[in-house]
Each structure stands twice: as structure tokens, then as C-alpha cells.
């Protein structure tokens, strides 16, 4: 049974800046097209971004491009999510989420074989 776990969350100003990370037990994030989601609170859980198991440029939710960047640590086994010139309206839960061999428009449609159990981002001053 594979299990993934993020941490990293946590209060910044807007502004500041935090890195969220996911940790795979039981499957290879090599194998696996990764993905980062959040959802607000009233909202339906929304893409923020991906990256393809074959490697290549990531994408990345308009919302977010130019302050949010994927990352794989292939030693490590974890992806990250690095969070900069962060808003109140990033205020969320982020999930990390995974499938295998998939194409990244799978995961940007909301479906993976594996997702974390989340870890909330607030943003406030």
C-alpha cells in the first residue's frame, strides 16, 4: 500500500514565502506523473501545478505561474513545492498526488492514484 505525506505548511504574511514537501513510502515517484493541488474552503479542489514522469518543462495553474515551482528529489523519493510571493488568496489545503506513467492532463482533470492527506497554507496578515 502506497501512502504519501506532505508537510511543510503553515501562517505567512502575504509576502512570505514557505516550501511544502511530499514524501512517497511504497511506490517511486520516478514512475509516477506528480501533481499539486489545493482547495479552499467553499471551492472545489483546483490543479496548482505538475510534472511529467518522463521529465520535460513543468505546468503550472495561471494562478500561480511565476511564484509557485515544482520540484523531484529522485535520491530522496519526495517531490517539493516551493511557495513564494505568497497571498491571502493561496490560503488553502495543498495536496501532492501521483499516477503512474500517466499524462500530465490526467492529473490536471483532478484524477491520480495516490494523494496526500493534505497540509494547510494560510496567508494573512
Known amino acids: 500500500q502506497a501512502h504519501l505525506v506532505e508537510s511543510g505548511g503553515g501562517s505567512v504574511q502575504p509576502g512570505g514565502s514557505l516550501r511544502l514537501s511530499c514524501a512517497a513510502s511504497?511506490?517511486?515517484?520516478?514512475?509516477?506523473?506528480v501533481a499539486w493541488f489545493r482547495q479552499s474552503p467553499g471551492k472545489d479542489r483546483e490543479f496548482v501545478a505538475g510534472?511529467?514522469?518522463?521529465?520535460?518543462?513543468?505546468f503550472y495553474a495561471d494562478p500561480v505561474k511565476g511564484r509557485f515551482t515544482i520540484s523531484r528529489d529522485r535520491a530522496k523519493n519526495t517531490i517539493s513545492l516551493q511557495l513564494t510571493n505568497l497571498k491571502p488568496e493561496d490560503t488553502a489545503v495543498y495536496y501532492c498526488?501521483?499516477?503512474?506513467?500517466?499524462?500530465?492532463?490526467?492529473?490536471?482533470?483532478?484524477?491520480?492514484?495516490?494523494w496526500g492527506q493534505g497540509t494547510q497554507v494560510t496567508v494573512s496578515s
Open positions: 498526488a501521483c499516477a503512474k506513467w500517466a499524462y500530465i492532463e490526467r492529473l490536471q482533470t483532478g484524477s491520480a492514484d495516490y
Open positions: 511504497g511506490l517511486t515517484f520516478s514512475e509516477h506523473t
Open positions: 510534472h511529467r514522469w518522463s521529465g520535460g518543462e513543468p
